[in-house]
């Protein structure tokens, strides 16, 4: 297996596990598990970001183009109509 397909392997699997901690975190009811699972979360987070930069910077891993201000300006302005 290539390097570039390893570290593209172990990146969809940490966003994966950080979702799985988000969900375990919103339905835990005790304090230190929720706890235990926060750290490992930011852990997670952590992880990821260090593996996109060498991605990234190996030219492994293609961000997506950041949107104009047009286009975040209205998103931004359809969320706040749409909430509470």
Do not use: H
């Amino acid at each position: 297996m290539e390097q570039k397909d390893m570290v593209l392997d172990i990146l969809t699997g940490v966003k994966a596990s950080i979702g799985s901690y988000a969900k375990c975190i919103t339905e835990c009811g005790d304090p230190m598990l929720r706890q235990t699972f926060q750290q490992m979360r930011d852990s997670d987070e952590k992880f990821q970001y260090d593996l996109y930069k060498l991605a990234d910077s190996k030219g492994y891993y293609m961000p997506a183009s950041p949107a104009n201000a047009n286009d975040m300006k209205e998103v931004k302005t359809f969320l706040q109509n749409s909430c509470c």
